[in-house]
């Protein structure tokens, strides 16, 4: 009932993107001011980082999150969380209503990437799903898919 006030009337909803379990963390997105575009906000859960960031840091030092392919970029803090804000200075830096791809870069992981349906109809309203499987989610918590190892290791 609570999740449904939040879709129907206010500037904060919260997305789920969880691709193993169930998520702990929360994403909101909520609109800067009229005409400036949203915020977007999650976390990057990856496992061996605790939500107080005691968890290995060399796993966040260099994990990005990426918007559009590059129009936005943002680093996750060391407890996993980032937000992609919008800025004051050109349109294009803005998150505008309408459709956004969100991907997650760090080394070692490979994520999938999320699909961001900003409504401009109903400002606040937000939706996110998985690319690979159109799954709908409530908080935007993203964790990687599996472990990527980029060398061969020889066989004795």
Same mark, same amino acid.
């Given at each position: 009932?609570?999740?449904?006030?939040?879709?129907?009337?206010?500037?904060?909803?919260?997305?789920?993107?969880?691709?193993?379990?169930?998520?702990?963390?929360?994403?909101?997105?909520?609109?800067?001011?009229?005409?400036?575009?949203?915020?977007?906000?999650? #976390?990057?859960?990856?496992?061996?980082?605790?939500?107080?960031?005691?968890?290995?840091?060399?796993?966040?030092?260099?994990?990005?999150?990426?918007?559009?392919?590059?129009? #936005?970029?943002?680093?996750?803090?060391?407890?996993? $969380?980032?937000?992609?804000?919008?800025?004051?200075?050109?349109?294009?830096?803005?998150?505008?209503?309408?459709?956004?791809?969100?991907?997650?870069?760090? &080394?070692? $992981?490979?994520?999938?990437?999320? #699909?961001?349906?900003?409504?401009?109809?109903?400002?606040? $309203? &937000?939706?996110?799903?998985?690319? @690979?499987?159109?799954?709908?989610?409530?908080?935007?918590?993203?964790?990687?898919?599996? @472990? @990527?190892?980029? $060398?061969?290791?020889?066989?004795?």
């Amino acid at each position: 009932m609570a999740a449904s006030s939040l879709c129907h009337g206010h500037l904060l909803l919260f997305l789920l993107v969880s691709v193993t379990s169930a998520c702990l963390g929360t994403a909101a997105a909520h609109q800067a001011g009229s005409g400036e575009g949203y915020t977007i906000a999650g #976390r990057v859960k990856i496992d061996g980082m605790s939500e107080k960031g005691y968890g290995l840091p060399a796993k966040t030092s260099n994990t990005k999150v990426i918007l559009n392919g590059g129009q #936005r970029v943002t680093f996750a803090r060391p407890d996993g $969380y980032f937000a992609l804000y919008p800025t004051n200075d050109s349109l294009p830096h803005n998150v505008p209503a309408g459709t956004h791809l969100i991907e997650v870069s760090s &080394i070692g $992981y490979f994520f999938s990437p999320v #699909r961001v349906d900003i409504s401009a109809r109903n400002p606040g $309203y &937000i939706q996110a799903a998985l690319t @690979e499987t159109r799954r709908v989610l409530n908080e935007l918590v993203l964790e990687p898919l599996k @472990e @990527e190892q980029y $060398y061969e290791i020889p066989r004795r």
